[in-house]
């Protein structure tokens, strides 16, 4: 446009042969022509501040659109740390839920096994305490027995 602009306040035509004054000799038409050109000019240069004006805001919204596009992948960051913290924070409490049910099911398992011990302890001593009796009988009865009831050895 600004190379239109300038070809349109440079143009100066000669005069015209078309046109003569009054004895014959031709008119300089350069100041009609002008008067005819300045409505195009002045709309063009009211264009080219309209357009700069519109690129200008242009630029202005892209880069107010810009730096809310920033501020929310900011803040989508943020919520995907975040999520990541809570899931790692999840995670680890699963971990330790996991760990104290083993814990758990282990120490049962050694409660029965303890539980198990003492009664097979329990019912093992009887049959010892029984064979002992038996054994300190038949010593008594065997030291008693062949010396024919007086004394022993």
């Known amino acids: 446009m600004t190379g239109f602009r300038d070809f349109l306040t440079r143009f100066r035509p ?19 022509l002008r008067a005819e050109l300045a409505p195009p000019l002045a709309l063009l240069e009211q264009t080219e501040a309209e357009a700069r004006s519109i690129r200008e805001r242009a630029a202005a919204t892209a880069a107010s659109g810009r730096r809310e596009a920033e501020r929310r992948a900011e803040a989508i960051v943020a919520s995907a740390r975040e999520q990541a913290r809570q899931v790692r924070a999840r995670t680890a409490e699963q971990v330790l839920r996991a760990a104290e ?14 539980i198990a011990v003492r009664d097979r302890a329990r019912s ?11 054994l300190v009988l038949e010593y008594v009865e065997a030291d008693v027995a062949p010396e024919g009831r007086g004394g022993g050895s």
């Open 14 to 32: 000669a005069a015209s042969p078309g046109r003569a004054a009054p004895g014959g000799v031709p008119t300089d038409r350069s100041a009609e």
């Open 101 to 114: 049910g083993e814990a758990a099911a282990l120490l049962a398992e050694a409660e029965r096994e303890a």
């Open 124 to 134: 093992r001593t009887p049959a010892l305490v029984d064979q002992v009796l038996a």
